[in-house]
């Protein structure tokens, strides 16, 4: 995947749907102080470079229905990673799968209704062939959680303040 270089436009528009996502592009331009189709020529171009991966609300878990939240690392038999990643895919409660260095190959991040719920999501992932070994840690709470958007926003704020400084 090649990196996109985004500019302050683009930062301004990302920051404008995180605080307003249901803007019409037409309200995102007056807003912005920009022509209707350059706002339209930058969504497009930030989603087919896949900086913008999706339109769709930001949830909270627990007020979802899914309060217990969970990291499990695995660990698993060479040459196995592609069927397990595969069945792990296939489990809707399973957010995220990264592989990683140190002890364990995959880090899981999961969620569950309860911890009865929790644990038969553990027998389905620990039914998977060629996982050797697991570590689950509970969290119990979660003081903040980022976004790219986010991120970029915040970067891209923080390097305008050190120009401002500079001059």
Do not use: C
Not at 35 to 49: M, P, S, Y
Not at 68 to 73: P, Q, S, W
Not at 121 to 134: V, Y
Request: charged fraction near 20%; glycine fraction near 6%; avoid cysteine.
């Amino acid at each position: 995947m090649v990196s996109v270089t985004i500019d302050d436009l683009d930062v301004r528009l990302i920051a404008l749907m995180r605080a307003t996502p249901n803007l019409p592009v037409v309200e995102m331009a007056r807003r912005l102080d920009v022509a209707r189709g350059t706002v339209q020529a930058r969504l497009d171009k930030l989603a087919d470079h896949g900086v913008i991966t999706g339109f769709g609300p930001d949830l909270d878990a627990s007020t979802a229905g899914y309060a217990v939240r969970a990291f499990a690392t695995l660990e698993i038999r060479q040459g196995s990673g592609a069927a397990i990643v595969d069945g792990l895919r296939s489990i809707p409660e399973v957010l995220s799968v990264h592989a990683v260095t140190g002890p364990g190959d995959l880090h899981l991040e999961v969620v569950a209704r309860s911890n009865d719920h929790l644990h038969q999501l553990l027998e389905q992932i620990l039914s998977f062939d060629g996982i050797t070994r697991t570590q689950t840690q509970l969290a119990l709470n979660t003081w903040f959680e980022r976004s790219i958007a986010d991120l970029v926003i915040e970067h891209a704020a923080t390097s305008s303040s050190r120009t401002k400084h500079k001059t």
